[in-house]
């Protein structure tokens, strides 16, 4: 389990977390990537999911970081981060049923953090995104309106919701975390993922490896055949002697004709 201070890492960020608090990373858990992830085509889960036993208190956590790639649709952005916020309960209460007992590579188990957050009493819901600078409006009035869009969804869950840049998030005294740089750390899914192109490049070098001797043995064979068809008739007949064949037409029909059988009709 996850003790005091504990941090994790999100992207280019690491999240420090107030003392108390349990944290799950539903990537980690292989009944979510393997069975409930799949569900119904699709179902999304939240960054992070923390819960404080004292406070009774059940964070759901979403990072994103649009400041490398293209701008979001506003209408897209808001479906989408409601659609997790409700794909994370259901699995939550699912999972309090379903989920068995795992060793995740971060945080406490699903099973674990599912079956605890039935005791909640307040749940709590989050959003740090942040922005490019670029295009007509500028990243404060366009996460805005992005927070204007989900208060309109989320309130009958959370009417204290924070959507808020990642690094402001970490100064607002409404989330239990502090925002530092991760530096060239990475979070497990995307270390697992590097393992993972490492496994599949060198499986990609052993099978090219493999094709290119095979090509090889292929071409040293037709070479040795045309070299051996490139020798003279009577150094052929010439070697086949040496070799302790005759070398008569003779012998060599005897070789490639089958025998007949006898007649067993008289």
């Not at 007992?101 to 699903?110: K, N, Q």
Request: with cysteine; net charge positive; charged share 30%.
């Amino acid at each position: 389990m996850f003790q005091a201070g504990t941090s994790c890492v999100e992207g280019l960020h690491r999240f420090n977390f107030e003392a108390g608090y349990y944290v799950c990373r539903f990537e980690c858990s292989s009944f979510y990537s393997h069975h409930a992830q799949n569900f119904c085509s699709s179902c999304k889960e939240m960054d992070f999911v923390l819960y404080h036993p004292g406070k009774k208190e059940l964070w759901l956590i979403e990072v994103k970081d649009y400041r490398f790639n293209a701008r979001p649709k506003v209408r897209d952005l808001v479906d989408k981060l409601c659609r997790k916020v409700k794909d994370c309960l259901f699995l939550l209460r699912a999972a309090a049923i379903c989920a068995p007992e795992e060793e995740p590579a971060e945080g406490i188990s699903l099973r674990d953090i599912a079956r605890m957050s039935l005791q909640a009493k307040h749940i709590r819901i989050a959003f740090t995104i942040e922005l490019a600078r670029t295009g007509l409006f500028p990243p404060k009035s366009l996460l805005a309106t992005i927070k204007d869009l989900l208060y309109r969804q989320i309130r009958f869950i959370d009417p204290d919701m924070v959507c808020l840049p990642i690094t402001e998030s970490g100064a607002d005294p409404r989330c239990p975390w502090t925002i530092t740089s991760a530096g060239n750390e990475h979070s497990s899914r995307i270390r697992k993922r590097i393992e993972e192109a490492r496994l599949a490049r060198e499986k990609e070098q052993k099978i090219a490896a493999e094709k290119a001797r095979a090509a090889e043995k292929r071409e040293r064979k037709r070479k040795a055949k045309a070299r051996q068809s490139s020798i003279p008739l009577w150094k052929q007949r010439a070697l086949e002697r040496e070799a302790g064949q005759t070398g008569t037409h003779a012998d060599r029909r005897k070789k490639h004709t089958p025998p007949v059988p006898p007649d067993t009709t008289a």
